[in-house]
C-alpha cells in the first residue's frame, strides 16, 4: 500500500465514498490541467497573426538608349536602359511603393519627388533603406515581399538570383524571404514591344 491510500489508510478515510470522491477530484484537476494545455497551445497562433500589414506596389519605366538597365541594384547588361529621374529601378521602386502601401504612407514620389534635384541619378537601393527606415521607426519591419517583373527583354532569368541577393541584403532579410520573378507580356502592348518594363509588387510587413 503506497502513496495516497497508504496516508488514507493510516488516517483511518478507508471508506469507499471517500476514496471515490478524492479520485473525482482528482480527475477534475487532471482536465483541467489539460484545458490550461490547450488554451496555451491555441493563443500560440492568434498572436503570431496579431499585427500584419500588406501592400502593393506597381511601377513602369520606358525603355531608352544610352541609359544603364538596372534592376533591384543589379547592372543587367542590355542595349537599352530604364528612362527616370534617379536610376530608374523600376523593381526597387514597385518595392517601395509596396512597403509605404501597407502603412498608408503615400507613395514614393511623396518622399523622392523627381522635381527635387537631389534625387536626380539617385540609388534607388538607398531610397529603399530609407523607406525601410521610415516603416522601423513605426515598429514594423519587412516579412517578405513577392515581385513580377514583366520584361519583353532582356532575358531576366539569369540575373534572378543576384536582384534576390542584392535587395536581401540591402534589407537584411533571409534570401528566401525575397521573391523575384520575371514574365513577358506576349508582344502585346508598350512592354511587348520591348519599350518598357513593368514590376508588380507585394509586400507583408509585421510588427
Ligand atoms: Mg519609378
Redesign the pocket.
Known amino acids: 500500500m503506497q502513496g495516497f491510500y497508504f496516508w488514507a489508510w493510516r488516517k483511518g478515510l478507508r471508506s469507499k465514498p471517500f476514496l471515490q470522491d478524492r479520485c473525482k477530484v482528482s480527475r477534475t484537476h487532471v482536465k483541467n490541467r489539460f484545458k490550461n494545455r490547450f488554451k496555451i497551445v491555441v493563443s500560440k497562433p492568434n498572436k503570431l497573426f496579431m499585427n500584419i500589414r500588406i501592400g502593393n506596389g506597381y511601377?513602369?519605366?520606358r525603355l531608352v538608349s544610352d541609359r544603364r538597365l538596372i534592376l533591384g541594384g543589379v547592372e543587367i547588361p542590355y542595349e537599352k536602359g530604364l528612362l527616370?529621374h534617379?536610376d530608374?529601378?523600376?523593381l526597387t521602386?514597385?518595392i517601395m511603393d509596396a512597403m509605404l502601401g501597407a502603412l498608408a504612407l503615400g507613395d514614393?514620389g511623396h518622399y523622392f519627388p523627381p522635381s527635387d534635384p537631389q534625387w536626380a541619378g539617385a540609388d534607388s537601393i538607398m531610397l529603399l533603406q530609407q523607406v525601410q527606415g521610415l516603416i522601423g521607426a513605426q515598429g514594423w519591419r519587412v516579412n517578405n515581399l513577392d515581385a513580377m517583373v514583366i520584361a519583353e527583354a532582356p532575358k531576366l532569368k539569369p540575373h534572378i538570383k543576384a536582384m534576390r541577393d542584392r535587395l536581401s541584403q540591402a534589407m537584411n532579410l533571409s534570401i528566401d524571404c525575397v521573391s523575384v520573378k520575371a514574365t513577358t507580356n506576349e508582344g502585346m502592348d508598350a512592354i511587348g514591344q520591348k519599350e518598357a518594363i513593368a514590376v508588380h509588387a507585394v509586400v507583408l510587413l509585421v510588427q
Do not use: K, P, Q, T
Open positions: 511601377d513602369l519605366h527616370g534617379s530608374a529601378d523600376v521602386h514597385a514614393i
